[in-house]
C-alpha cells in the first residue's frame, strides 16, 4: 500500500478495516519499521486462504457474500465469444454447489442475454434465488436513438431497473451497481432515485463501478447527511498491472466502508500465463485487442516472477494472480469469469494459494505504480506531524527544521 491506505494490524473483513491501522507507504518499509508482532499481522493479512463458502460482509453492510464472485459477461455469444446458454447454466451451477452465493452481471452483457440466461435458470428454483446475491449493473443504454435510456437520471434508472427486474424474472435485485459515473446527471438524482427503488423493495443494496473517488465519496456523503439508502461496495479494475487505484479510490473505500469487488484482475488475459515471451508482437486476443497493449518487457518479467512463485507453492500463474488481488486491504470479493467448467474450477483454486510475506514483497516490487499528487508528499507526514513520537505503531523520525527545545520556539 501506499501513505494514504492503511495496513491491517488484523485480517480485513468484507473489504473495509475495522481493526487498528497504521499508515503504510510501501511493504518493505512497513516490514522494516514495524518487526516483531506485525509481521505475524502481515502474514495473516497475505494468508487469506478460505473456501468459497466462508463467507465475507460486503462494505459496512451486513449483506454476506463469498471472496470470488461470479462474474457472467461471458454468458451469451452475442458479442463474437462467450458460451452458450447450456454451458453457463453448468457454471452456474457448479459455482452455487462449491457454496458461492455472488453472481455480478450488468444491463448491457451481451445484449441483455446475460441477465436473461440467468432469469431463465434462476426462476425455475426459488430457492436458488434467495439463496444467491443477484448483482446487476445500470447505465447502458439499450435503446438506440431514445436519450432516456440510459444513464442515471431518474426515468432512466427506474426505467433500466424494471428492464432488468423482467430479464432476470425477480421481483428484486439484492445489489445494484451504477456501471459507470454519467457526469450529465446531477448525482443528487441519482441517489434519490436509487433510494426509491430501495423503499420500492426493488433493490436491497447499492454499490458504484467505474467512478472517480471524489464523486463516489460525494454520493455517499449526500446519502448519509440525507438519510438515503448508502452505497455498501465498489466495484473496479485491479489488477498486479492495474495499481493506480491504490491512490485515491482504495483509501476513499477504507474511510466511506464501501467494499471492493476488483473486475479485471488478470488484465484481460495478460496474466492468464498463456502468453509468452518468446512469442511478443505475434499475440492476438480473443476477445478484442486490448490485451495486447499490456504484452510489454514489463509485464513478461513479472509473469516470470508469477511463474517462479507458482512453481514454489505447486499452483498456476492465474491462481497467483487472483490470491494477490484477493488478499490487498478492502478488498471483499473478487469477480472471476469463465467460458467453460474447466476455467472456472481453475480460477477457484486461487482459493487455496496462500502467498507468504516474501511472495508479497516481491510482487509489490515489481509493480509499484506511479501514485497521483499529493500521494508521494504524504510518505513525509510523520516526519513533520508526529514529532518524533511514535503513533498508531508508526515511529517517526524529528523533522529537522522543527524547534529542537523549548528555547528555539517563538
Known amino acids: 500500500m501506499h501513505p494514504t ?25 512497513s516490514l522494516a519499521r514495524h518487526p516483531g508482532p506485525l509481521d505475524e ?11 468459497l463458502n466462508h463467507y465475507v460482509t460486503l462494505g459496512r453492510s451486513g449483506l454476506r457474500v463469498s471472496p470470488l464472485c461470479l462474474g457472467t459477461m461471458t454468458f451469451g455469444k452475442e458479442w463474437g465469444w462467450g458460451c452458450e446458454p447450456a454451458e453457463a447454466k453448468r457454471i452456474l451451477d457448479r459455482y452455487i454447489e462449491r457454496g458461492g452465493n455472488f453472481i455480478d452481471t450488468a444491463n448491457g452483457y451481451t445484449k441483455g442475454h446475460s441477465e436473461t440466461i440467468l432469469g431463465e ?5 426459488r430457492k436458488k434465488r434467495d439463496r444467491v446475491v443477484l448483482a446487476t449493473k445500470f447505465v447502458t443504454n439499450m435503446f438506440l436513438g431514445d436519450p432516456n435510456g440510459g444513464g442515471s437520471n431518474r426515468k432512466a434508472v427506474i426505467a433500466q431497473c424494471e428492464e432488468s427486474l423482467r430479464r432476470l424474472r425477480t421481483e428484486y435485485i439484492d445489489l445494484y451497481w451504477l456501471h459507470a459515473w454519467d457526469a450529465t446527471t446531477p448525482i443528487e438524482e441519482t441517489m434519490r432515485a436509487l433510494d426509491t427503488l430501495v423503499e420500492q423493495g426493488k433493490v436491497r443494496y447499492l454499490g458504484f463501478s467505474d467512478t472517480p473517488a471524489w464523486k463516489a465519496a460525494q454520493a455517499q456523503t449526500i446519502a448519509q447527511l440525507r438519510g438515503w439508502a448508502p452505497l455498501v461496495g465498489l466495484q473496479l479494475e485491479y489488477s498486479l498491472l492495474q495499481r493506480t487505484v491504490e491512490g485515491e479510490l482504495v483509501p476513499m473505500a477504507q474511510e466511506l466502508g464501501l467494499g471492493i469487488t476488483p473486475w479485471g484482475p488478470l488484465r484481460g488475459g495478460a496474466l492468464s500465463g498463456k502468453y509468452k515471451r518468446a512469442d511478443k508482437g505475434k499475440h492476438q486476443a480473443g476477445r478484442g485487442a486490448r490485451v495486447t497493449n499490456y504484452l510489454d518487457d514489463r509485464t513478461f518479467d513479472l509473469l516470470d516472477l508469477m511463474d517462479r512463485i507458482a512453481t514454489e507453492l505447486g499452483t498456476t500463474v492465474p491462481r ?10 478492502a478488498v471483499a470479493s473478487t469477480i472471476i469469469g469463465a467460458r467453460t467448467l ?7 483454486g486461487a482459493l487455496d494459494v496462500s502467498l507468504t510475506a516474501a511472495h508479497m514483497q516481491a510482487l509489490d516490487k515489481a509493480t509499484t505504480p506511479v501514485l497521483p499528487f499529493p500521494t508521494d508528499m504524504l510518505a513525509f507526514v510523520p516526519t513533520f506531524a508526529f514529532g518524533g513520537t511514535t503513533i498508531n505503531g508508526q515511529p517517526s523520525q524529528p523533522w529537522s527544521q522543527a524547534p529542537q527545545n523549548d528555547d528555539e520556539r517563538f
Open 5 to 29: 491506505g492503511p495496513l491491517m494490524t488484523a485480517r480485513n473483513v468484507g473489504g473495509v478495516d475495522r481493526t487498528d491501522r497504521v499508515p503504510d507507504d510501501g511493504l518493505q518499509a
Open 41 to 51: 499481522a502481515k502474514d495473516a493479512l497475505y494468508d487469506r486462504a478460505m473456501p
Open 121 to 125: 435458470h434462476l426462476a425455475h428454483d
Open 320 to 329: 497467483v494472480a487472483l490470491a494477490w488481488v484477493q488478499g490487498r486491504p
Open 342 to 348: 474447466d476455467q472456472l474450477d481453475d480460477n477457484l
